[in-house]
């Protein structure tokens, strides 16, 4: 016949050391992945957006004022894609003369930032290729303006079909 086990202070104490080892652990590597993968900032200028609201709020009310309306398209095009941009003024009428650019960014992560101008078409068309790293949801973030005034702004949220 076989002689119970009986347990010891030692036993104790091992299984309560390796029970909260296995706990430490753990907890360590998911520390280690969430502070590794994403540092949780949106913006590297925090403060100074902050400091400026007033004026992007006044810029918004002029932006508002104007009535332009626009929409934009993201479609596949052979081994690259096609981002056109539509703008109409508070007429319906097409805005022409208009210089766009577009800077696409991952909605989490600023390690795959993308940007063009896009030429003008003409009947209010703005459309250039753009070559995306990876499929999947992109912000893109379009501004119209003449020159070095920014008259138009705008995001979309398009999907790249891979």
Not at 88 to 96: C, E, R, S, W, Y
Not at 99 to 110: K, M, Y
């Amino acid at each position: 016949m076989k002689t119970p086990m009986t347990i010891t202070g030692r036993m104790v104490l091992l299984g309560f050391l390796a029970f909260f080892g296995v706990v430490f652990a753990a907890n360590g590597a998911l520390v280690y992945f969430a502070l590794d993968s994403w540092p949780g900032l949106s913006t590297e200028s925090a403060y100074e957006q902050g400091r400026d609201y007033n004026r992007t709020l006044a810029n918004a009310d002029v932006q508002n004022a104007l009535g332009w309306t626009s929409d934009a398209i993201l479609s596949a095009d052979q081994d690259r894609y096609l981002f056109r941009v539509h703008l109409m003024d508070a007429k319906g009428m097409p805005v022409d003369g208009m210089q766009i650019s577009a800077t696409f960014r991952r909605p989490v992560g600023a390690e795959n930032i993308v940007s063009i101008t896009l030429p003008e078409i003409g009947n209010g068309e703005y459309r250039s290729p753009v070559s995306l790293p990876f499929g999947g949801r992109w912000y893109v973030y379009v501004e119209a303006g003449t020159g070095e005034t920014v008259r138009y702004r705008m995001r979309y949220e398009v999907i790249a079909n891979p």
